[in-house]
């Protein structure tokens, strides 16, 4: 299938690993030209040179993507974004009540402020245009809590609410906004989350991966790929009829049917 994204450009945000890094190869690999972020200089300039082998324009920003000059040298990088991928890295694992005032209005600027930044600073102008796909990368834990990662969920759980309306507002001007939910994706971050509950448990983190992952329909963690892919998707025209949702990739995990 066709998803229609050669030529378009697109900011992903936290993209020199991980999840972000999925999202970002998935629409290289679709055409699109990208301007990728992260902190850490060698990596990012390394994942950068795997995109351009897929025939696009890549282009740098180094740097926090809370921080209001990374966030200047994204748009700088591409005035007119066709394609907004947000991403941050969540707040660490913490008992909630060791978390003082500053780290919570920090895990809030992160995983609630920031996006919401980066969509005042595009929306209208996709709008004006006729064209624009806002994917957020959230978390499962929206809906399934995991202890030890309150502030990240809250503050996550917060973002899908404020955008909500927000969604609904700018589908007709062909613009959609909508959360992925990522379950258990072989990343740094689940297997942080793995160690930690192994060592709560008094067990080894390989015991405590199989023991995670059989409690996953698919009996296996995701693929950072198979994220991306859904993600290349939500940004296609094929999905514009798709906005204010909310989607799962868990494997089954969440137990629901509906």
């Known amino acids: 299938m066709d998803l229609g994204l050669k030529g378009r450009k697109a900011i992903v945000c936290a993209s020199s690993r991980g999840l972000g890094k999925g999202c970002a190869m998935a629409l290289a690999e679709e055409g699109c030209d990208l301007v990728i972020n992260g902190r850490n200089s060698d990596i990012t300039k390394a994942t950068a040179d795997e995109l351009r082998a897929h025939g696009v324009d890549v282009q740098i920003v180094i740097g926090d ?11 700088a990088a591409y005035p007119e974004p066709d394609i907004l991928v947000n991403n941050n890295g969540g707040p660490p694992l913490r008992d909630f009540r060791e978390l003082d005032r500053e780290a919570i209005l920090k895990g809030v600027t992160q995983n609630m402020v920031t996006p919401i930044e980066l969509v005042q600073k595009v ?4 709008a004006e245009r006729g ?25 996550r759980a917060g973002l899908t609410s404020f955008l909500a309306g927000i969604a609904r507002s700018y589908i007709d001007r062909n613009v959609t906004i909508n959360s992925l939910l ?4 072989d990343t740094d971050r689940i297997r942080s989350t793995i160690s930690y509950a192994a060592d709560r448990a008094g067990t080894d983190e390989a015991a405590e991966r199989a023991r995670q992952e059989s409690q996953i329909p698919a009996r296996r963690l995701g693929t950072p790929e198979e994220f991306g892919k859904t993600c290349a998707f939500l940004c296609s025209d094929h999905a514009g009829y798709f906005t204010g949702q909310s989607v799962k990739l868990d494997g089954g995990l969440f137990n629901s049917a509906f």
Do not use: C, H
């Open 131 to 155: 064209f624009g796909r806002i994917v957020n990368i959230t978390s499962m834990s929206v809906y399934m809590p995991i202890l030890g990662l309150d502030l990240s969920s809250g503050a």
């Open 123 to 126: 929306v209208d102008g996709m």
């Open 65 to 75: 993507v809370s921080d209001p000059e990374t966030q200047a040298a994204l748009l």
């Open 182 to 185: 990522p379950g258990k994706i």
